[in-house]
């Protein structure tokens, strides 16, 4: 394959891997050409991706090909999820079987760099909202916290009974034992 000059490493030697036959035990195309399909990921993330990309972390591949906008295919077998196996399937638009030329086409997202004053347009009422709902957000959790705090007063007052209540009938039933056992005597 002769790639444009202008596509990135990365996606070069992703399709030397997806296309070359050697390797279609880790990586090939799908079916329909449309997307490739990682196969065992840990044998190809020990096998060839330090071959090609100096390090042997799929994580790191995977985050590499969202960068570049591709996404993953999940299933619709077992409702999205495949549990008998290990393998991803990824797609990009311009990423297909017998189409080199549109690797050109495909390129690394870059962060937005527009400041946050530019971004961040927010119109007074909005703020004035917001600043309401937070008011009113915290007259509530005002109430609920007098409401536990009464409560929590509650309870302990409900323990210091309770104690009380047992010692009375600890102290009724030696009372009771003695009766009784005076009885027999």
């Known amino acids: 394959m002769h790639t444009n000059a202008g596509v990135p490493a990365f996606l070069a030697k992703l399709w030397r891997l997806v ?21 065992n990921q840990a044998q190809f993330a020990r096998e060839l991706l330090p071959l090609n990309y100096k390090h042997n972390n799929m994580a790191s591949f ?14 619709i077998d077992n409702g999205g999820l495949k549990f008998d196996r290990d393998d991803m399937e990824f797609s990009h638009p311009c990423f297909k079987r017998n189409c080199p030329y549109l690797l050109e086409n495909i390129k690394r997202k870059i962060a937005n760099t527009k400041s946050i004053d530019e971004k961040a ?4 009422e909005a703020v004035s909202k917001v600043l309401n709902d937070v008011k009113a957000m915290r007259g509530r959790q005002d109430s609920l916290d007098s409401r536990f705090s009464v409560m929590k ?17 600890a102290k009724q039933q030696q009372i009771s034992n003695k009766v009784v056992s005076n009885q027999k005597s």
């Open 19 to 39: 296309e070359d036959p050697e390797t279609n035990n880790f990586i090939c195309w799908s079916m329909d050409g449309r997307s490739f399909i990682i196969q």
């Open 62 to 75: 995977i985050h590499q090909l969202y960068m570049y906008g591709f996404h993953k295919i999940t299933s």
């Open 121 to 124: 347009t927010v119109k007074p």
């Open 153 to 169: 007063q509650e309870d302990e007052a409900l323990c210091r009974e309770i104690a009380s209540l047992r010692q009375k009938h």
